[in-house]
């Protein structure tokens, strides 16, 4: 069984920054690409940042310059550094595996339970 739990989130002024991370534990193999997602209240999950196993990386519009995102291949580990945080950056953030092969299966996504980030005006 795989399992993904995020760490970092809370409360910041805007301006601020905040660093994530998300860690994937289990007999695993490798992970194809590793990403974070986030939804606001009242609105869809969308697409933050994402990072291939070979560190190819892919922003939305809306946090390039801001965000950087990361991973530790060894680690199992996918973090994203968030620097001049806006209001409009509070939501719930999802860490998201893709491509996993295990002792077992593979699995094609496995998600992570989510981390509050609030950015305060």
């Known amino acids: 069984q795989v399992q993904l739990v995020e760490s970092g989130g809370g409360l910041v002024q805007a301006g601020g920054s905040l660093r994530l991370s998300c860690a994937a534990s289990?007999?695993?193999?490798?992970?194809?690409?590793m990403g974070w997602y986030r939804q606001a209240p009242g609105k869809q999950r969308e697409l933050v940042a994402t990072?291939?196993?070979?560190?190819?990386?892919n922003y939305d519009d809306s946090v390039k310059g801001r965000f950087t995102i990361s991973r530790d291949n060894a680690k199992n580990t996918v973090y994203l550094q968030m620097n001049s945080l806006k209001p409009e950056d509070t939501a719930v953030y999802y860490c998201?595996?893709?491509?996993?092969?295990?002792?077992?299966?593979?699995?094609?996504?496995?998600w992570g339970q989510g981390t509050l980030v609030t950015v305060s005006s």
């Open positions: 998201k595996a893709e491509g996993v092969v295990t002792s077992r299966a593979y699995l094609a996504e496995v």
């Open positions: 289990g007999s695993i193999f490798s992970i194809n690409a």
């Open positions: 990072i291939t196993s070979g560190r190819k990386t």
